[in-house]
């Protein structure tokens, strides 16, 4: 009967997980089609990282706590394979006195796509380590995903903003 219900929690726990994954990646899809074409502003660009670093609070619960070493990779996986396709999709264009992020037909195919991916190595990661685990290995590839890309949506942003009108 034990052996039951820790199954079943488990597989409940499993399918939250993957229900929470859609409403997110979803809205972050939403929340980047809504901000294509509109200006955006240096503080537009560094928030996001900055306010995702708080993240980083979950590794004091010792259940998330991961190898440095894990963590390391995860980070580099972010920031080198999941972070180069939306660097070459979010193009900056100056128009007037704004700069402006242009929608991309590639960018939600590339979202999309970055999507299944991390929900297929998801089910793949969870067979070797413990769920809370795997959500901070994912956190960790996420922020250095999001901390490259905007890195780089700044370094342009910086240079467009100041050529002259």
């Known amino acids: 009967m034990n052996l039951n219900f820790n ?3 488990l597989q409940f726990s499993h399918m939250a997980s993957i229900l929470m994954s859609l409403l997110v990646g979803g ?5 980047r089609l809504r901000a294509a074409n509109r ?3 240096l503080r537009k660009i560094i928030i996001p ?7 980083f609070l979950m590794f004091a619960v010792p259940d998330t706590r991961v190898p440095w070493l894990w963590a390391l990779y995860a980070f580099a996986a972010g920031a080198i394979l999941f ?8 193009r900056l264009e100056r128009q007037g006195g704004e700069v402006v992020l242009k929608r991309s037909k590639t960018f939600i195919v590339i979202l999309l796509a970055l999507f299944i991916i991390r929900l297929l190595l998801h089910d793949v990661l969870e067979q070797v380590v413990s769920i809370p685990q795997t959500a901070g290995l994912f956190f960790i ?4 995903m999001i901390l490259v890309w905007r890195l ?3 370094r342009i942003f910086l240079r467009l903003a100041n050529q002259p009108g």
């Open 141 to 144: 590839l996420a922020f250095g």
């Open 83 to 90: 972070a180069y396709p939306l660097i070459r999709t979010s």
């Open 39 to 41: 200006p955006v502003s």
């Open 7 to 9: 199954l079943a929690q």
């Open 49 to 55: 990282p900055l306010a995702m670093s708080t993240g």
């Open 27 to 31: 809205g972050i899809i939403a929340m």
């Open 152 to 154: 780089a949506m700044l």
